[in-house]
């Protein structure tokens, strides 16, 4: 029998194991948690402030279904808008992925891991629409990544990649369950698309609320994560760079991850500031009230009424007296032509309500009567103000009545809207020019302000992003559609005439 030798016990090697990557504790470790078959969300987005780990998150969501059975089945991609911004992500991936799984194999000209158990994960860029139907049309992926998805304008190219997340895996003895399809994206609250992005994750939820679907699946949330949370950053990138940068917004957004502080990248961004958004208040019987117009169908029509100050001053809701130079405008009313769910929200993001153009009309005096009903504009006059010129197009077509020509017969009068060379950029810089005066308070430049109950404007205005092609002028995009009412409304000549409205 032998006896216990404690110098034997001693030499005997005690197993080792080697750690490749461990999730940060909080926002990390729930985003891997919801991607797991029993507490599967298909959309999650990983917000908030930059160096929390969010792209070492992106990678690691398709990496940690890797050699579950599903092969090359389980099959995924990042995307970046554009191909240069991939280099970071792949540095990344090639730092993790082959430490963890020393058989996978990585494809230069194809930008993709190859794993020894066949699944299959790419690197791509996509910056135009129409690069979804050459590129990606067809395919099938079960894990869609986007690497900071608010640097894409709108939500045209996500909502069609959602298209290609589909399997025809066929379950086996060895893996009895499909694939969790998932899409997973991140991004801090900075860029040209963080508009609607918002909408789509985070406006009008609580944090980590999820939108389920009416089968009982959970469809979508957004995981905030803070910088605060990576044990492994470097203190001094907080400390040296992200708490000394000048722009108090970039540096809110940055730092902190807040969604409210507007881009000063965006046409208005250096401008806009708390002053413009206002209570509602009685409007002075002198000042001057007119409304705007942009038409639309298939996407949203926008009505706006506005005031225009003669130097009498305004009593506020506090009991405060107003008096902005004269000649300010004060953006009182606005009817949105769009569907909003139970919760107010937009469903389809730029989609209009296909609605006559009499129908329209009887929708704007509707929304008119209320203006006069409410004690913002009893007893005033409204004059027919700027609308796109489209809507008299045909005029000269025997027969046919005008889109103009339909409004007015519901008592909406309006006059073509200044839309000659150089218009985009001269009602740009008017705004910008007004906004300025009334973020400084200016005496002697005239001001424009916002009734908060103007939500689509107040969202466009403080997000519309400057062309690229001609940086004085606002980008032409989706629901952009009340920046074109209020710029009729600034540039519109003032020798309009006075209509007839039968409320008073």
């Not at 190859?114 to 079960?142: A, R």
């Not at 869609?144 to 379950?171: K, N, Q």
């Not at 958004?277 to 942009?294: A, Q």
Request: net charge positive; hydrophobic share 35%.
């Amino acid at each position: 029998m032998s006896s216990f030798n404690p110098a034997l016990h001693k030499a005997v090697a005690k197993p080792i194991r080697k750690i490749i990557w461990q999730a940060l504790p909080g926002s990390q470790e729930m985003f891997l948690r919801l991607g797991q078959p029993e507490s599967l969300v298909t959309e999650v987005l990983f917000h908030g402030s930059r160096g929390n780990g969010k792209s070492d998150a992106l990678i690691m969501g398709f990496v940690q279904h890797v050699g579950k059975g599903w092969g090359p089945a389980w099959r995924g991609i990042i995307l970046r808008k554009e191909y240069k911004n991939l280099r970071d992500i792949v540095k990344t991936s090639h730092q993790i992925i082959p430490k963890a799984f020393p058989g996978a194999k990585w494809s230069q000209s194809e930008y993709s891991w190859t794993f020894p158990t066949g699944e299959v994960l790419m690197f791509n860029h996509i910056k135009k629409p129409s690069e979804y139907d050459t590129k990606f049309h067809g395919w099938q992926l079960t894990y869609i990544g986007w690497d900071e998805l608010a640097t894409w304008a709108t939500d045209e190219i996500y909502v069609s990649m959602l298209s290609t997340l589909r399997s025809a895996f066929i379950p086996t003895a060895e893996q009895p369950n499909m694939p969790p399809l998932q899409v997973r994206a991140s991004t801090n609250p900075w860029g040209v698309g963080r508009h609607w992005v918002y909408k789509r994750f985070i406006e009008a939820r609580k944090p980590g609320e999820i939108v389920m679907n009416s089968d009982g699946t959970r469809q979508r949330c957004a995981l905030f994560g803070s910088i605060f949370e990576n044990k492994y950053i470097n203190k001094s990138y907080i400390k040296n760079f992200l708490m000394k940068l000048v722009d108090p917004a970039k540096r809110a957004a940055w730092l902190l991850g807040d969604w409210n502080a507007v881009d000063t990248s965006s046409m208005f961004g250096a401008v806009w500031s708390n002053r413009v958004v206002m209570k509602p208040f009685p409007i002075p019987k002198g000042w001057k009230i007119y409304r705007s117009f942009d038409f639309g169908q298939s996407t949203p029509f926008c009505g706006l009424w506005l005031a225009e100050t003669n130097g009498e001053s305004a009593t506020l809701p506090d009991g405060s007296r107003f008096c902005p130079p004269a000649g300010s405008i004060i953006v009182i009313g606005e009817d949105y032509g769009t569907e909003e769910n139970a919760r107010g929200e937009q469903v389809t993001p730029d989609a209009g309500l296909y609605m006559s153009a009499r129908a329209i009309g009887r929708r704007l005096k509707e929304r008119e009567k209320r203006l006069y009903e409410s004690s913002i504009l009893a007893g005033h006059t409204i004059h027919p103000g700027a609308a796109d010129s489209q809507i008299y197009n045909g005029k000269q077509v025997q027969g046919q009545q005008t889109v103009a020509a339909e409004l007015e017969a519901e008592g909406m009068k309006f006059v073509p809207a200044d839309k000659s060379p150089g218009s985009r950029v001269n009602s740009a810089q008017i705004a910008f020019q007004r906004l300025s005066a009334t973020k400084a308070n200016s005496p002697d430049q005239p001001h424009l302000y916002i009734f908060a109950g103007c939500r689509y404007l107040i969202s466009c205005l403080s997000s519309i992003a400057r062309d690229e092609d001609n940086m004085d002028a606002c980008k032409k995009g989706p629901d952009d559609h009340s920046w074109d009412a209020l710029a009729y409304g600034l540039t519109m000549k003032k020798n309009v005439t006075k209509v007839t409205n039968g409320i008073r």
